[in-house]
């Protein structure tokens, strides 16, 4: 069984469209993040909710919109994707705000 | 800005050698220390966590900690050609219920047979 899943693993898609990527945990944990990888590899934190809510929202274009249904979940939703986009998009969760991390397998996002 | 610092490498050693990876953080109050390892297009792993200062080992892998110093290290000994990765350390400081795992840049590890 996969611990955190996403999907879709690829998505290509065209400037200015809109697109989600889904996250589910069933580790039973109440932490969830998305994590953003660029080219040159860095990994740096989008948002992280604890219990269905909102904690950490850094400095992330609000085209970027997170949604947590319930604990389990945690979706990412972009609109007006644009080329600087491009990139692996992470879900992770933990136990708590103490971490560690267990991540999904990755979402590569290019925008054309 | 809290900060996590690593030598980008590439670091490359000969097979059966010892892997020395090294990372400094900016956060005095920083609480919890990961080692994560990721493949190229896989992604990361946890390999160790080490939360008070000393030295932790599993199998190959130790983990030191150094708070005074604010640095962290890992040591990867006997390397083995599948230990060729990146390796990401990382570190949370969760005062004030505001929990935020931050990433060094990682180390890319080349073993080479």
């Known amino acids: 069984d996969t611990a955190v899943s996403q999907t879709p693993k690829y998505l290509v898609t065209q400037m200015g469209n809109d697109k989600s990527i889904k996250c589910e945990q069933n580790?039973?944990?109440?932490?969830m993040y998305w994590y953003k990888q660029d080219s040159k590899k860095f990994l740096k934190i989008m948002f992280s909710?604890?219990?269905?809510?909102?904690?950490i929202n850094e400095t992330v274009p609000n085209r970027f919109s997170p949604k947590s249904p319930d604990k389990a979940h945690l979706n990412l939703h972009i609109n007006s994707l644009e080329l600087g986009d491009s990139a692996v998009y992470f879900c992770?969760?933990?136990?708590?705000?103490?971490?560690?991390?267990?991540f999904g397998n990755g979402t590569r996002l290019t925008v054309t | 800005q809290k900060e996590v610092e690593q030598n980008s490498g590439p670091l490359s050693v000969p097979e059966g050698a010892i892997a020395s990876l090294n990372c400094t953080y900016s956060?005095?109050?920083?609480?919890?220390f990961f080692w994560y390892r990721q493949y190229s297009g896989k992604s990361p792993e946890l390999i160790m966590s080490?939360?008070?200062?000393g030295d932790k080992e599993d199998g190959r892998f130790t983990a030191q900690l150094n708070k005074a110093s604010q640095y962290v290290s890992l040591l990867i000994r006997d390397s083995q050609p599948s230990d060729s990765a990146t390796y990401l350390c990382?570190?949370?400081?969760?005062?004030?219920?505001?929990?935020?795992?931050?990433f060094g840049k990682g180390t890319k590890l080349s073993v080479k047979p």
């Open positions: 580790l039973g944990h109440d932490t």
């Open positions: 992770a969760s933990s136990q708590d705000l103490t971490g560690p991390l267990h």
């Open positions: 080490i939360y008070s200062n």
């Open positions: 956060d005095r109050g920083s609480q919890s």
């Open positions: 909710y604890n219990n269905k809510e909102l904690i």
């Open positions: 990382a570190v949370v400081n969760y005062g004030g219920s505001q929990g935020n795992l931050i």
